[in-house]
C-alpha cells in the first residue's frame, strides 16, 4: 500500500474476489435448493418404493440423478476456480491478482492446506511479475514445508524462487534452482509436461544473460510456438524485443514492443517497456463481469423454477396416500411388472450372447478406438480364434491371453500404444511398428510374469502364442495414406515433429546419441565425410543422399529439428 498504483490494484483484486466469491455462494445456494427439492421428489416417488416396498424399479433413476446434480455442483466449482485466476492468467493484472489470491487464501471456502498453499504461490507469482521480487520470496516461502509439498508445488515454487533471483541479481541462487528443477523433473516424469515450460523458460533467460542471442531467439521461437498466450509470453516479451534489437531486425522489434504496451503496466515488463513508447492499456469494460456465468445460473435458476410448478403441487398436495390399501396395490401390481421385465432381460440377453460371441470369435482384424488419430488395424493368427482377450485405454490397447486373463485380470501378451512424444524410448523392451508424422506407434512387451503359472496347458499356450507376435507386425497397418513402418531404422522417427526432452535421452548411448542427431540431418539428403556414418545411413531403406556436406543449408532444419539437434548435443557433452 506504499503508492496509490498498489492502492488502486489492492480495491480492484478485493473487488474481483468478492464479486466472483458472491457467485460461488450463489451457484451453491442454487445447487442446495435443486438437491433438496430433488431429494424430497425422490423420496416420495422413487425412495418409498425402494426402501418399504422392496422395488428396485427406480433405483437407477435415482442414481442418475443424483450425480447429475452433484456433476453440476463441481463444474461450476470448477468454472468459479477458472474465472478466478483470469486475473492473472486473461487480463494479466499480477497486482490485481495478487490481492484476490491473497483474499481468498484468508477468506475464501475451503478444507485442504494444499488449497492455501495454492492461493499463496498464485499472489507470490503475481508479486514477482509486478518485479516485486522482495515481497514475492517472503509469500512464497512463507509456511512452506520444502520437500513434504507436493512434486509439483515444488516445481512451480523452485521456479518462482529462480526468476525473483535472477530479477535481484542473484545468480548463484538462481542456478541452485534451476538445477532443483531439472532433478526434480528427472525423478518425476509426471512433472514433465509443466517441467518442460519452466525448463525451456529459464534457457531463454540463460542465453539472454550469457549474450547468446541466436539461441534465444530459437528457443524463444519454439516457446511461442508452443504457448502462444499471453500469460506465458509477457514475461519474455523483453527478452524477444531485444534479441531482435541486437539482430538489427527493428520492425519486429517495434511489433513486439507495441503488443507489451498494450498489457496493464502493473506487469514490470511492461513498465520497462514503457522507456520505448506510451502504454496503450486500457481496461476490459466486461473485466468485472461474467456473462456465461450469469446465463448458466438463469438456466439453473429456469430449471429449478419448471422444477417447482411442475412437481410442488404433486409434493404438497400429496397426491399419493402411503396407507396399507395402497401398500398392498403397489405389492401386487409390481410384482407382476417384475417378473415381464425380468423375463424379457433373460431373453434379450440369451440372444445377444446367441448372436455376438461366435461373432467377436470370428473376428480378426481390431481396428483401434475412435479415439487414436489415425487409428491402426492388424490381423491376430487364426489359432488365436477364442484365445485372445483386447483391453483399450488412452492412446492404445493391450492383447492379453484369455484364460490369464479371465483367472487373474493379466495375461499380458504385448501391447500397443501411439505415442506423439518421444518418452517411449524409456521403454524397457519395446519394438517401433510404425509413424505417421508426429504420432509413433509402439510395440512393448511385459517385463515380468503376466500369465497364469499354475496351469502348464495355459504356461505352453501363453509361451506360443508370444512367439508368434511377430507374424502380427507384418499386418500392422495405420489407417493414413502418409504412415510409414521402417521406424525401427530411427531412434527416434518423429525428431522432425516432436521435441525431445532432456529424460528422454538419459538411457542412450554414444552411439545412439551420434545417430539419432545426424538422422535428422540424413532425412534432408546430407552426405557425410565420416565413412562409418555414411555406411551406417547407406544401410537405411528411407535414406537417399544427394547434398555434400559443404553444399548443404542449415535454413531446411525446421524449429523444432534445431532445437532437438541443440539438445543432444548438449547431452553428448555432458558424456563426454
Not at 284 to 307: A, E, Q, W
Amino acid at each position: 500500500m506504499d503508492d496509490a498504483e498498489n492502492q488502486a490494484a489492492f480495491e480492484a483484486g478485493k473487488r474481483w474476489f468478492l464479486i466472483h466469491d458472491r457467485r460461488r455462494y450463489w451457484n451453491r445456494c442454487l445447487i442446495l435448493f435443486f438437491l433438496c427439492g430433488l431429494g424430497l421428489y425422490i423420496l416420495q416417488r422413487y425412495l418409498y418404493k425402494w426402501v418399504l416396498l422392496n422395488s428396485a424399479d427406480h433405483i437407477g433413476a435415482v442414481i442418475i440423478l443424483t450425480l447429475v446434480i452433484v456433476s453440476l455442483g463441481g463444474v461450476l466449482e470448477a468454472y468459479w476456480a477458472i474465472k478466478h485466476m483470469e486475473v492473472l492468467t486473461r487480463e494479466n493484472r499480477p497486482l490485481t491478482a495478487s490481492a484476490a489470491f491473497l483474499m481468498e487464501a484468508a477468506y475464501g471456502s475451503y478444507r485442504y492446506q494444499s488449497y492455501y498453499k495454492k492461493q499463496i504461490h498464485n499472489a507470490a507469482v503475481g508479486l514477482a511479475r509486478a518485479g516485486r521480487y522482495v515481497q514475492a520470496l517472503k509469500l512464497a516461502d512463507d509456511r512452506w514445508n520444502s520437500v513434504q509439498e507436493k512434486k509439483l508445488m515444488q516445481l512451480l515454487h523452485s521456479n518462482l524462487r529462480q526468476v525473483c533471483f535472477l530479477g535481484l541479481g542473484r545468480e548463484e541462487e538462481a542456478e541452485t534452482e534451476f538445477a532443483h528443477q531439472k532433478q526434480l523433473v528427472k525423478n518425476y516424469p509426471k512433472l514433465k509436461k509443466m517441467g518442460e515450460a519452466v525448463l525451456l523458460s529459464t534457457e531463454i533467460r540463460k542465453a539472454f544473460i550469457d549474450q547468446k542471442f541466436g539461441q534465444a531467439e530459437a528457443y524463444v521461437n519454439v516457446y511461442c510456438d508452443r504457448y502462444p498466450d499471453a500469460y506465458h509470453r509477457i514475461p519474455l516479451m523483453p527478452i524477444q524485443m531485444i534479441v531482435y534489437e541486437q539482430a538489427d531486425e527493428i520492425e519486429k522489434a517495434k511489433n513486439i514492443c507495441g503488443n507489451l504496451l498494450s498489457y496493464s503496466p502493473e506487469n514490470i515488463a511492461v513498465r520497462e517497456a514503457m522507456r520505448y513508447g506510451a502504454c496503450t492499456y486500457v481496461e476490459s469494460p466486461d473485466f468485472l463481469k461474467d456473462k456465461n456465468g450469469l446465463v448458466c445460473r438463469i438456466v439453473i435458476t429456469g430449471v429449478l423454477g419448471i422444477y417447482t410448478v411442475l412437481f410442488g403441487n404433486d409434493m404438497l398436495m400429496g397426491t399419493h396416500h402411503w396407507g396399507p390399501s395402497e401398500t398392498r396395490a403397489y405389492e401386487e401390481t409390481d410384482a407382476g411388472k417384475l417378473i415381464s421385465q425380468t423375463n424379457d432381460t433373460e431373453k434379450a440377453e440369451n440372444e445377444t450372447t446367441e448372436t455376438e460371441l461366435p461373432e467377436s470369435e470370428q473376428e480378426q482384424d481390431f481396428p483401434a478406438s475412435a479415439s487414436q488419430e489415425p487409428g491402426f488395424e492388424m490381423d491376430l493368427p487364426e489359432d488365436w480364434n477364442g484365445l485372445a482377450a483386447r483391453k483399450e485405454f488412452e492412446g492404445g490397447c493391450s492383447y492379453h491371453q484369455k484364460k490369464s486373463y479371465d483367472l487373474m485380470g493379466d495375461g499380458v501378451l504385448f501391447y500397443i500404444q501411439a505415442y506423439s512424444d518421444c518418452s517411449y524410448v524409456n521403454l524397457p523392451d519395446y519394438e517401433i511398428w510404425g509413424y505417421d508424422g508426429p504420432c509413433v506407434y509402439v510395440m512393448s512387451q511385459p517385463t515380468d510374469v503376466t500369465f497364469y503359472t499354475e496351469d502348464s496347458a495355459i504356461r505352453e499356450e501363453y509361451h506360443k502364442m508370444q512367439g508368434e507376435i511377430s507374424q502380427i507386425r507384418d499386418t500392422f497397418r495405420i489407417q493414413s495414406d502418409t504412415a510409414k513402418y521402417d521406424g525401427y531404422e530411427f531412434v527416434f522417427p518423429n525428431s522432425s515433429y516432436s521435441l525431445l526432452q532432456e529424460p528422454d535421452l538419459w538411457n542412450l548411448s554414444a552411439s545412439q546419441l551420434r545417430i539419432a542427431r545426424n538422422e535428422i540431418y540424413a532425412r534432408h539428403g546430407r552426405l557425410f565425410a565420416d565413412e562409418e556414418l555414411q555406411r551406417y545411413f547407406n544401410q537405411c531403406s528411407w535414406y537417399e543422399g544427394t547434398i555434400a556436406p559443404e553444399d548443404f543449408k542449415e535454413n531446411v532444419l525446421n524449429e523444432t529439428e534445431r532445437f532437438n539437434i541443440r539438445l543432444i548435443q548438449k547431452q553428448q557433452q555432458k558424456m563426454e
